[in-house]
């Protein structure tokens, strides 16, 4: 699975995921340990994903690292 897909499915499923705990919290329908149990299952599920894809993919994932250092470091170096 590429990054671009990769990042869409879990766009998608984060917005499912916010539009469902909100109709939820609106309603009353749903606590906050039904909320973090919900919230721990989604980070394992991305996790894994994350995971595999690293496994998969090792130099775009080291490339994406180094992108973000670099960003990182450039960012911290304005002041």
Same mark, same amino acid.
């Given at each position: 699975?590429?990054?671009?897909?990769?990042? $869409?499915?879990?766009?998608?499923?984060?917005?499912?995921?916010?539009?469902?705990?909100? =109709?939820?919290?609106?309603?009353?329908?749903?606590?906050?340990?039904?909320?973090?149990?919900?919230? $721990?299952?989604?980070?394992?599920?991305?996790?894994? =994903?994350?995971? $595999?894809?690293?496994?998969?993919?090792?130099?775009?994932?080291?490339?994406?690292?180094a992108g973000v250092g670099a960003l990182i470091g450039f960012l911290l170096s304005r002041k």
């Amino acid at each position: 699975m590429d990054a671009a897909r990769l990042e $869409e499915q879990y766009n998608r499923e984060l917005d499912e995921m916010t539009d469902e705990i909100q =109709a939820g919290l609106d309603s009353g329908k749903f606590s906050a340990t039904d909320i973090q149990r919900v919230l $721990e299952q989604k980070t394992r599920e991305a996790v894994t =994903a994350t995971d $595999e894809f690293v496994r998969d993919n090792p130099w775009a994932a080291l490339g994406i690292a180094a992108g973000v250092g670099a960003l990182i470091g450039f960012l911290l170096s304005r002041k």
